[in-house]
């Protein structure tokens, strides 16, 4: 059997840069940003953030096929808001965002449901690729 390609991440992560800098953000990639819920260390893909304002987490899941990312997306938010509850001084908010054709639950998880399930969701703002570049581009993030 051969191993799944586990790396589009740094391909989705370099699509973003160029609408992040256009709308005058700065960024570090890859970053260490404390620990999960749970354990282990949490990396976010991005931290961007504009002179004057808080920081912002972007974290990008990319599902070219069916597959296991559907299901991390609840554990993420999760993780994301934690460290935003908790690093108020530091974050503002955080993005994640979808990329790629094979979500099945896509249009679920962006139409905001499942802030219903989840008590923090709302720190935690679930977008498509598109709509993220858009609202990079244009410094809205």
């Known amino acids: 059997m051969t191993p799944r390609n586990t790396r589009t991440g740094s391909v989705l992560e370099q699509m973003i840069l ?9 960024y570090k990639t890859q970053v260490n940003i404390g620990k999960r819920v749970g354990g282990g260390k949490h990396i976010v893909d991005v ?15 990319w599902q070219q096929v069916s597959g296991t ?5 609840p554990y ?6 934690e460290i935003i509850m908790h690093e108020t001084d530091k974050y503002e908010k955080a993005y994640l ?12 998880y962006i139409s905001g449901e499942l802030d219903k399930h989840l008590i923090h969701a709302c720190l935690v703002e679930i977008i498509t690729l598109e709509s ?5 581009n244009k410094g809205k993030l």
């Open 18 to 26: 160029p609408s992040l800098e256009k709308g005058g953000y700065k």
């Open 47 to 61: 931290i961007a953030q504009r002179h004057d304002r808080k920081a912002i987490l972007i974290s990008l899941k």
């Open 69 to 73: 990312a559907e299901q991390k997306i």
């Open 76 to 81: 993420e938010v999760i993780s994301l808001a």
């Open 97 to 108: 965002v979808l990329g790629g054709s094979g979500w099945s639950l896509r249009d679920y």
């Open 132 to 136: 993220f570049i858009a609202l990079a």
